[in-house]
């Protein structure tokens, strides 16, 4: 198992769930991180066009639970030429916690989008990135995006 989920039974696009819009205000580093992350939405909508796909929302389901959870990945880039999937985690610096996350969905993705079709890449786009950071797996570092390759996450230093 990756990232703390069970078997899924089930995986769902669905729209933003209601609790999600009732966020309350943010301060400091938070705060900071969500502008971040709105800036770098921006720009690679605008790289990636039609292709990008901003905060997508998915309902799933673990073997054994109660009830569904959701999830909801910073963005996904489109590249059905060669059918990859790259699942993007915005940070505002380089950080653990990305691994986890986009582990977690990218075993949700591959429940949702069939993997005899489509492959996953994952990347972590950082504002300020430290090579000391203690890191749980090998990454690489990406000048570009389109470097995102399936055998290894990826680290995008963006400004």
């Known amino acids: 198992m990756t990232a703390g989920l069970a078997t899924l039974d089930w995986v769902r696009s669905v729209r933003m769930p209601a609790f999600a819009s009732q966020r309350p205000r943010l ?4 705060a900071e991180g969500l502008r971040y992350e709105r ?8 790289e990636y066009g039609p292709h990008y796909g ?9 073997h054994g639970a109660d009830r569904p959870r959701f999830c909801q990945p910073d963005a996904l880039i489109f590249q059905p030429g060669a059918g990859l999937i790259i699942i993007l985690e915005y940070k505002l610096r ?4 990305a691994w986890r996350q986009l582990s977690m969905y990218k075993r949700i ?10 492959t996953f890449c994952l990347c972590e786009v950082v504002r300020w990135f430290d090579p000391d950071t203690p890191f749980p797996v090998t990454f690489r570092r990406l000048a570009d995006l389109s470097q995102a390759s399936p055998e290894v996450l990826g680290v995008h230093i963006w400004r």
């Not at 800036?39 to 605008?46: D, L, N, P």
């Not at 905060?55 to 673990?62: C, D, K, N, S, T």
């Not at 380089?94 to 916690?97: A, D, L």
């Open 27 to 30: 301060r400091g580093t938070r």
């Open 39 to 46: 800036k770098a939405q921006a720009h690679f909508s605008g």
């Open 54 to 62: 901003p905060g997508p929302w998915f309902q799933f389901l673990e």
């Open 94 to 97: 380089h950080t653990p916690e």
């Open 109 to 118: 993705l591959q429940k949702a989008f069939s993997p005899a079709l489509w």
